[in-house]
C-alpha cells in the first residue's frame, strides 16, 4: 500500500499550490479520503474529506474560500488545489485512507510540507 503525496513548497502569501496523493495497493475507490494538515504546536486540522466517489466533500471552516479538494478514481489519485495562501497554511500535508466498516482500515501518506512566507 501506497500512499505518496506531492506538490508542496515555499510559496508567498496569495500564492496558489496544488497538491496530489497517488494511491496504490487498495481498493481506492471504495475508501473514504482527506487531506489532514499539522503545523507545530497546533492540534491536527481536518483541511478537507471526500466519503465517496460523486459524493460531498467536505471542508474545514478555515480553508474553505481558497481550497477545493478533487478526486479522480480512474487514476486514483486525489488533489488538493490550495489558493489564496495565508501564513497561517503553513503546515505539513497528509494524504489519508481510510475503509468503511466497523474496523476501519486506514493508511497515510508520509505528508508534504506546505511553507506560506514572504
Known amino acids: 500500500v501506497q500512499l505518496v503525496e506531492s506538490g508542496g513548497g515555499l510559496v508567498q502569501p496569495g500564492g496558489s499550490l496544488r497538491l496530489s496523493c497517488a494511491a496504490s495497493?487498495?481498493?481506492?475507490?471504495?475508501?473514504?479520503m482527506s487531506w489532514p494538515r499539522h503545523a507545530p504546536g497546533k492540534e491536527r486540522e481536518l483541511v478537507a474529506i471526500f466519503f465517496s466517489a460523486g459524493g460531498s466533500t467536505n471542508y474545514a471552516d478555515s480553508v474553505k474560500a481558497g481550497f477545493t479538494a478533487s478526486r479522480d478514481n480512474p487514476k486514483n489519485t486525489v488533489y488538493l488545489q490550495m489558493n489564496s495562501l495565508k501564513p497561517e497554511d503553513t503546515a505539513v500535508y497528509f494524504c489519508?485512507?481510510?475503509?468503511?466498516?466497523?474496523?476501519?482500515?486506514?493508511?497515510w501518506g508520509q505528508g508534504t510540507q506546505v511553507t506560506v512566507s514572504s
Open positions: 495497493g487498495f481498493p481506492f475507490s471504495s475508501y473514504v
Open positions: 489519508k485512507a481510510e475503509s468503511k466498516g466497523w474496523v476501519p482500515i486506514v493508511y
